[in-house]
């Protein structure tokens, strides 16, 4: 019975972690990618309007596939967001060398090594006006912010960061996409909690973990990856490959 179950789990393993990371993986070398992050483009995508053509308060959640051969299995992500009447976008991330969260060190809507973002999830209006606050608070008080703090895996790291506002901010309900390496890191060893929005999630020390709860669904951690089912807007959610579904 125990062979039984482990042959069972293994399997899962197999068909919900490793063949959707091999299939990004081949798809990923298809794909002409830069010589070195001097090569690459960071300028802006054109994606963002101008912050003066758009009066409205405004958050968005952005994020592009990172460089060199991890670009196969994780995103970069990052926020921007503008109070109504703005004339200027405001960008926070995090970056693996000095001083982790950085303000404004990228166009809003820049590349990331060359690869366009997306747009993970938007808020806009009087909605995003109340929320700005709260933004600025969870940036803030980011608990990784030091200097040499940044573990590229299994965190903490950029996705990490934009994971702590998520979880802080529940009105924004984003949740960041399963190919997000290091989103559900809470620290080192056995941790556990309820976000601000009800949301459950257990992690051991960022290389294994769950989430369950309306914004995130049922998400299981593995390794940074994410094999995961959103009840909400009804997706399967792949390592490597994202979302799959509405």
Not at 38 to 45: E, K, L, T, V, Y
Not at 73 to 91: D, I, M
Not at 199 to 204: E, F, G, K, N, R
Not at 208 to 214: E, Q, T
Request: proline letters at 8%; hydrophobic letters at 45%.
């Amino acid at each position: 019975m125990i062979r039984t179950l482990l042959t069972r789990m293994l399997l899962a393993f197999v068909l919900c972690f490793l063949l959707p990371l091999a299939a990004a993986t081949v798809w990923w070398t298809t794909v002409d990618h830069p010589t070195s992050w001097r090569a690459a483009d960071w300028n802006s995508s054109g994606l963002l309007p101008a912050a003066t053509a758009e009066p409205a308060a405004a958050i968005h959640v952005m994020a592009a596939r990172t460089g060199g051969l991890k670009g196969a299995a994780s995103v970069h992500s990052w926020l921007v967001w503008k109070p109504a009447g703005s004339a200027v976008w405001t960008r926070a991330d995090v970056v693996g060398w000095g001083r982790p969260v950085r303000r404004d060190a990228y166009a809003p809507d820049a590349r990331w090594y060359s690869n366009d973002p997306v747009f993970v999830g938007s808020v806009t209006g009087a909605r995003a006006a109340d929320l700005i606050p709260q933004v600025e608070a969870a940036v803030a008080d980011y608990p990784f912010a030091t200097p040499g703090a940044y573990v590229i895996w299994p965190g903490p790291n950029s996705n990490t960061f934009v994971g702590h506002v998520l979880r802080e901010v529940p009105g924004l309900r984003i949740a960041l996409p399963p190919h997000a390496v290091g989103k559900d890191y809470l620290g080192p060893g056995l941790r556990a909690r309820r976000d601000a929005g009800g949301d459950l999630h257990l992690s051991v020390g960022g290389y294994a973990g769950l989430s369950v709860g309306p914004r995130t669904g049922v998400e299981i951690n593995l390794l940074g990856q994410t094999f995961g089912v959103d009840l909400r807007r009804p997706a399967l959610k792949l390592p490597g490959i994202g979302r799959v579904g509405t």
